[in-house]
């Protein structure tokens, strides 16, 4: 909680408690104190963007005037003739409450969870500018592509006071603009008061060398920071994760000069999307059987290229570019902020991970840059589709929301047996899908496709299911942590585990195999001829661009 919300209920108890307790000296005073002292005490809160302390702040106002009202017609003395206490507006003087309370409790401010491994974590945050890619999205013609990155590493000190979950520039720009897009503007601004367990120039872990590096991508129109719970359990074992935002294509980006980049608004409309494409989707995720899953993934994929779909046509290979230029930025001529941190990372043998479309881009990653080493898709689809029908050639982890929250939205009953989710004919090819031992595919129960993220951490789950699902706020982060940590620990640093059987067994009622394996007989039982032409339709919808060259 923060002061003003542990003043705001103090207040408003002592207003109740007052209005009971009838024979109390100078009552008539402290109801007006108390509720005067609400009243100020929510606007405070509500004007530091505890938007919640709002409604306690008309609930003081309601206190204010009934008791003033009450006082001048002489009846703050009046009780149930009965009993000698005012059961009935001392009911109803609780029961007004209870709101203000409700808004406190049902949009939590705590600290994050503490991070799970020996270090502390540092983190900094630094700019760059593509000359070479002027003129992206909204940017002037002649203006370079412009990056927010933002980097968690392990620390060798504590320094200072951690940095809060939004600075006060995120929270007027980057919060507001997330929130407006769900109709809301103040809807996470109440998240900078949320203190992280990172801190800011922390001095890097004395000695660092060799440490594994990991790149990471937002969800489509949100922030780099969206899985700052992650961030830090990665780094408090010793990992360096870099985290780009994609501007324009996300949230509002404060960049460290106080400028202010945008969330385009093109996103708002593209977000609604049209018939034919939920159509498609919805056969995509909930088609009964595989040939009226593979078709609604083409089809798809193929009206997305037929009209000119911004995230399949343009997004995928701008934030592809994006990940590129950072990665190659950070090996030939990283900023000075940074360069000790560069320099102590191993930037030829890198993870690539995202949630959402940054998992998809991260997918795209492994797919054309050698220097992957392995790759988690938190809940994201394959776009721009290279890896559908087609082997990733590192170790791959998709880790998924439970797919139940997403066919409530597009209207569709649960389907017979066990849904897939997202891409299952991705990263391996059809005829052998199942085969390999470092393909996973798991799915979190009771998790939804926006719980892969911090958001659960702040808001009750009493409000939160349809949204971040219903599963308790401690297995959604912890278990995401503890799948990538583990995944990365065996693929990427090489350290012996048995990833993922320790993990599966932590959560064991929470997380469920997504097997795909008998996508195999079904492939390979028809004729060569329907097959063919299933391919050359695949190959059609895939990217034109190859694979960089080898560093």
């Known amino acids: 909680m923060t002061l003003t919300d542990i003043l705001l209920i103090a207040a408003l108890a002592v207003f109740v408690l007052a209005w009971w307790a009838r024979r109390m000296p100078a009552r008539r005073p402290v109801l007006m104190a108390a509720a005067v002292v609400a009243l100020v005490v929510a606007a405070l809160g509500f004007l530091s963007d505890r938007w919640q302390n709002g409604v306690g702040g008309v609930v ?13 017609k002489n009846r703050l003395a009046k009780t149930d003739r009965a009993s000698g206490v005012p ?12 709101p203000a309370l409700a808004a406190i409790v049902l949009f939590p401010v705590n600290r994050m969870p503490k991070p799970s491994g020996p270090h ?41 006071k951690p940095a809060p979950y939004f600075t006060e520039a995120e929270t007027k720009s980057t919060a507001r603009a997330l929130g407006g897009f769900f109709g809301f503007p103040k809807l996470l601004t109440y998240a900078r008061h949320v203190k992280t367990n990172s801190y800011p120039d922390a001095p890097l872990l004395a000695g660092a060398a060799d440490l594994p590096v990991v790149f990471y991508s937002h969800g489509y129109t949100s922030f780099l920071h969206q899985n700052t719970a992650l961030m830090e359990t990665l780094a408090s074992h010793g ?26 608004p093109a996103l708002a409309a593209m977000a609604k999307g049209s018939e034919e494409a939920r159509s498609s989707l919805a056969d995509a995720l909930a088609g009964t059987t595989p040939d009226t899953r593979l078709e609604g993934a083409l089809a798809y994929q193929e009206h997305a290229m037929r009209t000119g779909d911004r995230i399949v046509t343009k997004s995928a290979s701008i934030w592809v570019a994006d990940r590129l230029f950072l990665h190659d930025t950070l090996m030939d001529a990283p900023p000075a902020s ?3 941190i560069a320099a102590a990372g191993n930037l030829r043998r890198v993870g690539q991970m995202g949630m959402s479309f940054g998992g998809a881009v991260s997918g795209e990653l492994c797919m054309i840059d050698p220097r992957s080493a392995a790759g988690v898709n938190l809940d994201g689809g ?33 389907p017979e047996g066990e849904p897939r989710g997202f891409n299952e ?9 199942g085969r390999r031992e470092d393909i996973y595919r798991v799915r979190l129960k009771g998790a939804a496709h926006l719980g892969l993220s911090d958001f659960s951490l702040f808001i009750h789950p009493l409000v939160r299911g349809r949204m971040l699902g219903d599963a308790p706020s401690d297995i959604i982060i912890g278990a995401q942590n503890e799948f990538v940590l583990g995944f990365f620990d065996q693929h990427l640093r090489g350290a012996p585990d048995d990833f993922p059987a320790r993990q599966m067994a932590a959560y064991e009622s929470w997380i469920q195999p997504v097997p795909n394996g008998d ?33």
């Open 382 to 414: 394959d776009f721009p589709f290279s890896a559908f029908h087609c082997d990733v050639p590192t170790p791959f982890l998709m880790f998924l929301a439970d797919p139940v929250y997403l066919h409530r939205a597009l209207g569709l009953d649960p």
């Open 60 to 72: 003081a106002i309601v206190c204010l005037v009934v008791s003033v009202v009450a006082s001048r």
């Open 425 to 433: 004919f991705s990263y391996e090819r059809i005829g052998e899908a």
């Open 120 to 160: 502390v974590v540092g983190v900094r945050a630094f700019e760059l500018a593509d000359t070479s890619r002027p003129g992206v999205f909204l940017a002037k013609p002649d203006e370079p592509r412009r990056l927010l990155v933002r980097v968690w590493y392990p620390a060798q000190s504590a320094v200072g």
């Open 519 to 551: 996508l195999a007989a079904w492939w390979n039982a028809k004729p060569e001829s329907e097959r063919t032409a299933l391919e050359a339709r695949i190959e059609a919808l895939k990217p034109g661009y190859g694979a960089p060259p080898a560093r």
């Open 338 to 340: 940074v360069a000790d």
């Open 239 to 264: 990992y360096v994760v870099f985290s780009v935002q994609h501007t324009y294509d996300s949230s509002a980006t404060a960049f460290l000069d106080g400028t202010v980049a945008p969330m385009d």
């Open 87 to 98: 059961w009935i507006s001392g009911t109803l003087i609780a029961l007004l409450t209870v």
